[in-house]
């Protein structure tokens, strides 16, 4: 399994980015595809996650209501959709797949991409 991440940059406060993760190599039958996000001296913490094969979503407390996770089954890939992004968002972002559903281990990790929102 290989996650390709992509969609990071720099933005100003209540702007906007989408990230990417195309998943290549999937051999589960069904999977989660979640976003995490790490910022100097802090812990990874879950932002976002989508299954694949019903859509379900959960999102983070400080995310939620401004990000949207979507997938395209067909492209295997997961978008995270981030607006009204506030300086606290900025972080290096990575995706991981969870064989099965959201709440598995993650298997593969994405290599991580920075989000910087200036104030």
């Known amino acids: 399994v290989q996650l390709q991440a992509s969609g990071g940059g720099s933005v100003q406060a209540g702007g906007s980015l989408r990230l990417s993760c195309a998943a290549s190599?999937?051999?589960?039958?069904?999977?989660?595809i979640g976003w995490f996000r790490q910022a100097p001296g802090k812990e990874r913490e879950g932002v976002s996650c989508?299954?694949?094969?019903?859509?379900?979503?959960t999102y983070g407390s400080s995310v939620r209501g401004r990000f949207t996770i979507s997938i395209d089954n067909a492209k295997n890939t997961v978008h995270l959709q981030m607006n009204s992004l506030k300086p606290e968002d900025s972080a290096v972002y990575y995706c991981?797949?969870?064989?099965?559903?959201?709440?598995?281990?993650?298997?593969?990790w994405g290599q991580g991409t920075l989000v910087t929102v200036s104030s």
């Open positions: 991981g797949i969870s064989p099965g559903n959201c709440q598995s281990y993650i298997k593969k």
């Open positions: 190599g999937v051999t589960f039958d069904d999977y989660g």
């Open positions: 989508i299954r694949r094969s019903d859509g379900a979503t």
